[in-house]
């Protein structure tokens, strides 16, 4: 699991990024791969798979 911030999400277009915490990239996150409800600057855990664009943010959940 990685870790990052919300950067940006936008819960009526249902997209958003997240940044990861260790590499500073950012990745693109859906709606569909929420586990939990998220907002700009939450702590999240999340993991990566290959999207379309390139990787995407999956399973994403809030951070305990």
């Known amino acids: 699991m990685k ?7 936008n819960e009526s ?6 940044k ?10 859906h709606v569909s791969e929420l586990v939990d409800r998220i907002k700009d600057n939450d ?3 999340f993991e990566l798979k290959e ?3 390139g990787l995407n943010a999956v399973n ?3 951070a305990e």
């Open 20 to 29: 990861d915490d260790e590499s500073e990239n950012e990745y693109f996150v």
């Open 43 to 45: 702590k999240v855990t």
């Open 51 to 53: 999207g379309r664009k």
């Open 3 to 9: 870790e990052g911030t919300v950067k940006f999400f």
């Open 13 to 18: 277009k249902g997209y958003g990024f997240i």
């Open 60 to 62: 994403v959940k809030l």
